[in-house]
């Protein structure tokens, strides 16, 4: 070993000294920042010559699914220093999570308006007696759960996220004009008593205690938001909770923005012997083991290997679909009601058994877990997802300037102050153009060009 660490920060650390150095390990797992670094001090090797000859078409498939951005992400004056993790998009789009019951109850179909939507707020408001809150909101405006983000959608709003602005020039999405609009409209649903007027102090427990009482019937999400109602269908058996694609905004038309492709690189020290290797490994990992029926004794022996890592697999990272939970949810879903299970390979009919005994033991008449439920419920939501034509709207940066370091932290904790401030009427809707001001005076101005900088280079 060249060294060894025990933990996070000491990997940072010695990572740090064996840069300084130039004695970085043969192979190593990287963010954007360090291989921003290795790069500048000339310690990789141009992994484009391998990945073209040695990567399998398959994984080369993976990664492509996010078109062009991931390999870009790692390539400076057209040479490929990594090999890009390739992650699940988890900002997929956002959905509602309702009390299918109080639907039925009254007499009520799932909205496809934002208007549709308020109504069925107070509907459900009404139906839930005193004590009633409307839509669960977290005070993480931009979270995955309990968030705004799916609202702003709505309106052509997209907070967090550095968009195009049509131009070809990177525009922060939470500053836009788009945003004053959709801010505007969650402040008349607070005033009105349609959000939770206490939601800005309820912690996480709070707001599972609110949907497991029956005091609220709706909340934004994903489609891992079953795990947040998992409990209440075991408290009420009365209960049923049902994902709905978020209502469609002015333009008739269902809106989302794209999540990071990739979190980290594969590179490889410019000396090194091998650098296929690392192709090799990525492709049977990602090829053999996890989609495509193969070699079942070369299979056996890898899997033999990965049970033996303490780690769970051979090389660190993650290839996948950039849509892979919703695609491959739509394919077991399609099984489990045809009884088809040709189309699934090795990866889905691992969760195909499961949901058969899931579904099985329904159908028997025993009671369900949970866990089962949630499991259950999470897929067939990813399988609407997928199944959906959505207006995706991509981001085109999600790295970091020189002042981000130091001004970012301030600029996020204005923007969250803005948003409460705004949604709870402490200021009027027209603060959010005195936000904005002080936004780029405080370093947004200046960090934009730094972004619109760092995309040229």
């Known amino acids: 070993y060249l060294w060894i660490a025990t933990d996070g920060d000491l990997y940072t650390q010695k990572f740090n000294a064996a840069i300084a150095t130039g004695e970085i390990p043969d192979i190593a797992n990287v963010d954007k920042m360090n291989l921003k670094r290795l790069v500048e001090a000339d310690l990789l090797v141009d992994l484009k010559p391998y990945y073209d000859e040695y990567a399998s078409d398959y994984v080369k498939e993976l990664i492509a699914?996010?078109?062009?951005?991931?390999?870009?992400?790692?390539?400076?004056?057209?040479?490929?220093?990594?090999?890009?993790?390739?992650?699940?998009?988890?900002?997929?789009?956002?959905?509602i999570w309702l009390r299918q019951d109080w639907l039925d109850a009254l007499s009520l179909t799932a909205p496809t308006t934002l208007d549709e939507f308020k109504d069925v707020l107070r509907a459900f408001m009404d139906y839930a007696g005193e004590g009633g809150v409307g839509l669960a909101m977290s005070s993480d405006l931009y979270g995955n759960q309990f968030d705004i983000k799916g609202w702003c959608n709505a309106y052509g709003a997209y907070p967090k996220y550095w968009i195009d602005d049509?131009?070809?020039?990177?525009?922060?999405?939470?500053?836009?004009?788009?945003?004053?609009?959709?801010?505007?409209?969650?402040?008349?649903?607070?005033?009105?008593?349609?959000?939770?007027?206490?939601?800005?102090?309820?912690?996480?427990?709070?707001?599972?205690?609110?949907?497991?009482?029956?005091?609220?019937?709706?909340?934004?999400?994903?489609?891992?938001?079953?795990?947040?109602?998992?409990?209440?269908?075991?408290?009420?058996?009365?209960?049923?909770?049902?994902?709905?694609?978020?209502?469609?905004?002015?333009?008739?038309?269902?809106?989302?923005?794209?999540?990071?492709?990739?979190?980290?690189?594969?590179?490889?020290?410019?000396?090194?012997?091998?650098?296929?290797?690392?192709?090799?490994?990525?492709?049977?990992?990602?090829?053999?083991?996890?989609?495509?029926?193969?070699?079942?004794?070369?299979?056996?022996?890898?899997?033999d290997y990965s049970e033996l890592n303490a780690d769970g697999s051979i090389l660190a990272m993650n290839i996948d679909y950039y849509d892979a939970f919703p695609r491959s949810s739509k394919r077991v879903v399609d099984a489990l009601e045809s009884g088809d299970t040709s189309p699934l390979n090795r990866h889905d009919m691992g969760t195909y058994v499961n949901n058969i005994k899931y579904l099985d033991s329904l159908a028997a008449g025993e009671e369900s877990t949970s866990a089962g439920w949630a499991s259950y419920n999470s897929m067939t939501a990813a399988s609407l997802v997928a199944e959906t034509e959505v207006s995706k709207v991509t981001p085109v940066f999600f790295g970091s300037t020189q002042s981000m370091a130091l001004k970012w932290p301030t600029l996020v904790k204005m923007e969250q102050e803005m948003l409460l401030k705004i949604i709870t009427g402490e200021k009027p809707v027209d603060y959010f153009d005195e936000f904005v001001e002080n936004w780029n005076k405080t370093g947004g101005e200046q960090i934009t060009e730094e972004v619109n900088q760092a995309i040229k280079e």
């Open 65 to 95: 699914s996010a078109g062009d951005a991931a390999i870009k992400a790692c390539t400076v004056n057209g040479v490929q220093y990594g090999l890009p993790f390739l992650d699940c998009d988890l900002e997929t789009a956002q959905m």
């Open 166 to 303: 049509g131009n070809g020039n990177a525009i922060y999405g939470s500053v836009q004009p788009e945003m004053k609009e959709a801010l505007e409209q969650l402040a008349r649903m607070y005033d009105a008593g349609l959000i939770d007027k206490q939601f800005v102090t309820r912690t996480g427990d709070d707001r599972k205690g609110l949907l497991n009482s029956g005091k609220s019937g709706a909340f934004f999400g994903n489609w891992w938001g079953a795990w947040e109602v998992a409990d209440s269908m075991s408290l009420d058996k009365e209960a049923e909770w049902k994902p709905y694609i978020c209502p469609v905004g002015s333009d008739g038309k269902v809106t989302m923005f794209a999540g990071n492709p990739n979190s980290g690189y594969v590179v490889v020290r410019k000396g090194f012997e091998h650098p296929e290797l690392i192709m090799k490994i990525a492709s049977m990992q990602f090829d053999y083991s996890r989609y495509e029926e193969k070699d079942d004794e070369a299979y056996k022996e890898l899997a």
